[in-house]
């Protein structure tokens, strides 16, 4: 158990609905980072939050939005979902900002849309 | 040419057996070279990191990474069934997340 947790496990929406995924890092730990992992694309980095601020975007479609509360926990929202965005997103924390060789991930939310 | 490189597998091995995984990369400024397990239907468990170049080891692992050659392995000694998993390899120019790269994993079975 990596300490860093995700709500919830699975997700099936339909098409053009509205997400919304949990994460709270390991306590402790002041960033977190979003993933998502496809077959075909492997594991993608869609963004950082550190203490609360954007700190990097990676992939990140702009359907797509995050925010990092005041308690540190993330929220990753996925709006006008199309199929190809099932996939697995994980949420990973690490220490602080400079430490991303050092992460730990969550269990993942596996959404499904149809 | 793909940043990171990774061989898909999947890879099938008896137990006790050595494992070699790697992994190949195109940008020079990579500094952090990390590896990951996945098991199936769960997240990916950091093994080790390393920073720049040389070796590192951590019990049955050891990773090992050549700059000069753009290539990273990870090395698996006695291999065990509970070493089946994909190994993800990740690479980034320095500590921030900014270009962080994974691999897209290599599948290893290890057969008792």
């Known amino acids: 158990d990596s300490g860093v947790t995700q709500t919830p496990k699975h997700l099936i929406t339909a098409t053009g609905q509205r997400v919304t995924l949990r994460c709270s890092p390991r306590?402790?730990?002041?960033?977190v980072y979003w993933y998502q992992q496809s077959l075909d694309q492997g594991l993608q980095f869609l963004i950082q939050?550190?203490?609360?601020?954007?700190?990097a975007k990676g992939n990140i479609l702009e359907r797509f939005s995050a925010q990092q509360f005041p308690d540190l926990h993330s929220e990753l929202n996925l709006s006008s979902l199309e199929l190809g965005d099932s996939a697995l997103y994980f949420c990973?924390?690490?220490?602080?900002?400079?430490?991303?060789?050092?992460?730990?991930f969550g269990p993942g939310t596996r959404l499904t849309v149809t | 040419q793909k940043e990171v490189e990774q061989d898909p597998g999947p890879l099938s091995v008896p137990e006790g057996a050595i494992v070699s995984l790697n992994c190949t990369y195109s940008?020079?400024?990579?500094?952090?070279f990390m590896w990951y397990r996945q098991y199936s239907r769960k997240g990916p468990e950091l093994l080790m990191y390393?920073?720049?170049?040389g070796n590192k080891e951590d019990g049955r692992f050891t990773a090992q990474v050549d700059k000069s050659s753009k290539y990273i392995s990870l090395f698996i000694r006695d291999s065990q069934p509970s070493d089946s998993a994909t190994y993800l390899c990740?690479?980034?120019?320095?500590?921030?997340?900014?270009?962080?790269?994974f691999g897209k994993g290599t599948k290893l079975t290890v057969n008792p």
């Open positions: 990973a924390s690490s220490v602080d900002g400079q430490s991303s060789y050092e992460q730990y």
């Open positions: 306590s402790g730990d002041l960033s």
């Open positions: 939050y550190y203490n609360g601020e954007e700190r």
């Open positions: 940008n020079s400024a990579f500094q952090y």
């Open positions: 390393t920073y720049s170049s």
């Open positions: 990740a690479m980034s120019p320095q500590g921030g997340s900014e270009k962080l790269v």
